[in-house]
């Protein structure tokens, strides 16, 4: 019933930012307040559901693409600063969760990724030990996460990794490294515990 009620005012909610975004979906429904930059290279899919508080940032050349029947939960924050997030399909972004996209962050159908996860496109270099860190730059690294992928709360998926297609990472995982498909993975780092065929 609550859902129903906040649908039908999405509705209504949902008009002023259709003149705002680079495309809006056909009963998308999104609750303010929502923290927005670049909101012309976003776009968001049929059927969105997009919480309040949820985080939404784009610079000069990058883009957002949010996938039809997605939801993203209250206080996930997608950045892509001139790189790009691509979620497909009927994914879940859940509370707390920090996207990165500066190197390029391709997310398939039908994930689901619970709160407090932290996904990665990018790293800091730091060959160099008689330059600071922050001097040295920011390196992109493209990460894929494959179709039908549940990612565990408060997992840390680093830049360059792809995950492949209906794979599980255990709940507190560091990702460093590529997960092949149907695997089921955990710890720290994250490693490949059982295949799921």
């Known amino acids: 019933m609550i859902r129903a009620l906040r649908s039908s005012a999405a509705a209504v909610i ?4 259709r003149l705002r975004f680079g495309g809006l979906g056909r009963r998308a429904r999104l609750f303010p307040p929502l923290l927005l930059g670049g909101t012309g290279q976003i776009y ?13 940032s784009v610079g000069r050349d990058g883009r957002i693409r949010i996938g039809s029947n997605c939801e993203l939960r ?7 600063d001139t790189g790009h997030i691509e979620l497909g399909d009927r994914c879940s972004v859940n509370p707390f ?9 391709t997310i398939g159908n039908d994930v689901r990724i619970a709160s407090n996860s932290v996904l990665l496109s990018s790293s800091h270099r730091n060959d160099s030990v008689d330059v600071s860190i922050h001097s040295q730059g920011v390196e992109r690294r493209p990460t894929v996460i494959e179709d039908d992928v549940w990612i565990g709360t408060h ?23 590529d997960i092949p498909p149907f695997s089921v993975a955990a710890g720290v780092p994250a490693r490949v515990v059982r295949a799921r065929t």
């Open 44 to 56: 968001i899919g049929d059927d969105a559901w997009i919480e309040s508080f949820a985080r939404l």
């Open 97 to 105: 969760c920090f996207l990165n996209g500066f190197g390029g962050l």
């Open 14 to 17: 949902a008009f002023p930012y």
């Open 74 to 80: 209250s206080f996930a924050h997608l950045e892509a």
């Open 155 to 177: 997992v840390v998926v680093t830049g360059g990794v792809r995950i492949g297609a209906h794979s599980i990472i255990g709940a507190g995982a560091i990702v460093l490294k």
